[in-house]
Nanobody, 124 residues
Framework: QVQVVESGGGLVQVGASLSVSCKASPPTVATWSWFRQAPGKEREFVAAISWSGGIIFYGDSVKGRFAISRDDPKNTVYLQMNSLMPEDTAIYYC???????????????????WGQGIQVTVSS
């Protein structure tokens, strides 16, 4: 059973950058994703990366500011967040799943392993 654990969250100011990471216990994860949930809101898709790294998706609200990457030898996925805004404040969840061939990378149902979440707070 794969387990994933997020790290690197924290409190930053508007405009700052922050990187969060998520490490999986073996075996290597096929598809990685990040979702986030702000207080009182539904969980939102942030980013996903395919097993090869050749397919990447971003949520509309983070396009151009966030970057997802993976390091398979380390069983780790990263989310680099730049130009952070107060509306980026949320609990960020790492999720892992099998290879997606016909499914929707944006759907929570595509992922069967979830981390416990990590808080990212952007102060104005």
């Amino acid at each position: 059973q794969v387990q994933v654990v997020e790290s690197g969250g924290g409190l930053v100011q508007v405009g700052a950058s922050l990187s969060v990471s998520c490490k999986a216990s073996p075996p290597t994860v096929a598809t990685w994703s990040w979702f986030r949930q702000a207080p009182g809101k539904e969980r939102e898709f942030v980013a996903a990366i395919s097993w090869s790294g050749g397919i990447i998706f971003y949520g509309d609200s983070v396009k151009g500011r966030f970057a997802i990457s993976r390091d398979d030898p380390k069983n780790t996925v990263y989310l680099q967040m730049n130009s952070l805004m107060p509306e980026d404040t949320a609990i960020y969840y790492c999720a892992a799943g099998p290879i997606i061939t016909r499914g929707d990378y944006h759907s929570q149902n595509a992922y069967n392993v979830w981390g416990q979440g990590i808080q990212v707070t952007v102060s104005s």
